[in-house]
């Protein structure tokens, strides 16, 4: 009984040393994620990595709405766009017909017109002739008196035919005048119809001349509008996850962008070694070069330096050059220091690179490693999202959401002044 006793003890005690071991390395590895980037260099530098770091999960972002009205305006844009396409169409088809019509409606009025002024000469000819015939007639019979036509008669035959003369040549005359004013009238009324529908068809086509510039000017203006939303849209695209959001990637806005808005929300209060578009200038360049988001790393250190003011107090000057709190942790009494602020912009952006990019090697980097020991850091590749450095980077809960609030309104600022309408 004595042997079972002692084996019972035994194997208690065992049990206990295990599980206090383990309770020991539960806090060691709470201990360690939750830290900042200035962990003790004995730590962030060992060979061996640690557990894989939390996931990187997206939170909710202002990218949404601006993502759906941006595309609304898109579509209606482009709507616009197609519709005004349609109504160039029809119009330019219109401008043809009409010019061909209007073509045709000058020289058939041109043509009736000398048609007009041909039976104007008729009826003046006619007119002439018949007042010629009036007066040979007036000349032989109506100004000799009855009489006297007795008289010049040598037959009563004769009498009647002179009679019938004069009756006769007085409908001659009437009825020429009257065809000749009939032709003169309907060669005026329709040449008067004519140049009607020629004034109608010219006004037609003033008005389809007027449109066609107007529809053009709006279907180049929606055309403008669709091709900056599209911009736009992009630019808020590329955080459409949220803290998901990759670190890794072109930057999307430019520096001068970057400076404006600072100077324009912040006013010009930076504390920084080098003016704010110098400083914006080197977010582009250095992330490009390494193909990190320099434009979302700006608005972490917008976060990381109380808006490049470094207040009073804490454990980064503006003298150091140190934009992200590299080397501050909660236990530490000052940050690294760098010998200028490109030098400090580029090393945030190495360290990020080595949190991105899994098998990364300082030969690999755009520019000389900063650090060289960059390529033993042991969160090397686990961190491929923004949403990844809470915890990592800093201790606070929300950082990694704070970065991504910044970056949103820098470029809600910056769309709101787009002019988008």
Known sequence: MRVLQTLRDQRQGSLRAVFLKALVLVAVAGVVSSLSVGIDNREVFAAQPPAVVGKNVGSGTAAGPRIAALSSLVARSDATVVESNRD????????????????????????LGALEVQAQSRLIEARATLASLAAAAYRDTASAPVFVIFLRARTPLDIEYRQELVRQTARVRNRALRQAKSAEVIAANATRVARIERDRIRGELQTVSVQIPAVEKRGSAARITATNGRFWLARWSSIANGTATTIRGQPVLGSEEMSRWFIGTRGNRSRA???????????????????????IAFAQSVLETGGFRFPDGGQVAPSDNNFAGMGACDSCASGRTYSSARIGVRAQMQLLR???????????????AVDPRLDTHYLRGKVQAWSGLTGTWATARAYGDRIIE???EMLAWLTDRAGLG
Do not use: C, K, W
């Open 273 to 295: 070694t080098v003016p704010m578009a110098e400083l914006a200038r080197y977010y582009v360049e250095e992330g490009s070069s390494e193909n990190i988001r320099g434009d």
């Open 406 to 408: 910044i970056f949103s």
């Open 88 to 111: 160039l169409g029809n119009l330019r088809s219109q401008l043809v017909r009409l010019q061909a019509a209007e073509a045709a409606a000058r020289a058939h009025t041109d043509e």
């Open 354 to 368: 080595v949190y991105a990019q899994p098998g990364l090697r300082n030969s690999m980097l755009g520019n000389p």
